[in-house]
T-cell receptor
């Protein structure tokens, strides 16, 4: 069974707040990803972690800070966001880095006010 | 660089009609190809995939064939249901960078009873 679990499902935060999005998978996958999806657009890659180390940062602003505490967990720390950062944030995983098939979670809907 | 082109939507069909959503790609080498589906308010689900030329991916009555000669991966279903209403994304991962999915713009399918 392929399952990536994200919390919270919905988050509203002010521009001065600090919050975190959490992602968990128990499939033994060694690559994990954060994607951002704006309305009516395809997802865009933000970060890739391979074996718990950051391997790709797609020039994401520093107000987004990823963290991979262990092989099952991936966090995205949010600070001083702008209203234009409001989007669906998708976590994903694959069996190995470059493992070809990427499985997505349900996403966290973020609104910045 | 690598890219994916999908037909513009929305595609509007009556229940039990035949569905085709066109997808073509540009890539160096031989990418893997995917179809993802996104139901309203949800994350992305992997629908089917093909990893080499002439492979046919299939799932839930949907199918797509990897055509190297026409660089295409068109999605088809013989008889759509109202529950198939969603946005469908074609995507590729290149042999050089399988950690990054390149998505098409998505095609919205609306099926009416």
């Amino acid at each position: 069974d392929t399952e990536v679990t994200q919390t919270p499902k919905h988050l509203v935060m002010g521009m001065t707040n600090k919050k975190s999005l959490k992602c968990e998978q128990h499939m033994g996958h060694r690559a994990m990803y954060w994607y951002k999806q704006k309305a009516k657009k395809p997802p865009e890659l933000m970060f890739v972690y391979s074996y718990e180390k950051l391997s790709i940062n797609e020039s994401v602003p520093s107000r987004f800070s990823p963290e991979c505490p262990n092989s099952s967990l991936l966090n995205l720390h949010l600070h001083a966001l702008q209203p234009e950062d409001s989007a669906l944030y998708l976590c994903a995983s694959s069996q190995e880095p470059g493992g070809n098939t990427i499985y997505f979670g349900e996403g966290s809907w973020l609104t910045v006010v | 660089g690598d890219s994916v082109t999908q037909m513009e939507g929305p595609v509007t069909l009556s229940e039990e009609a035949f569905l085709t959503i066109n997808c073509t790609y540009t890539a160096t080498g031989y990418p893997s190809l995917f179809w993802y589906v996104q139901y309203p308010g949800e994350g992305l689900q992997l629908l089917l995939k093909a990893t080499k030329a002439d492979d046919k991916g299939s799932n839930k009555g949907f199918e797509a064939t990897y055509r190297k000669e026409t660089t295409s991966f068109h999605l088809e279903k013989g008889s759509v249901q109202v529950s198939d209403s969603a946005v469908y994304f074609c995507a590729l991962s290149s042999r050089d960078n399988t950690d990054k999915l390149i998505f098409g713009t998505g095609t919205r399918l609306q099926v009416f009873p």
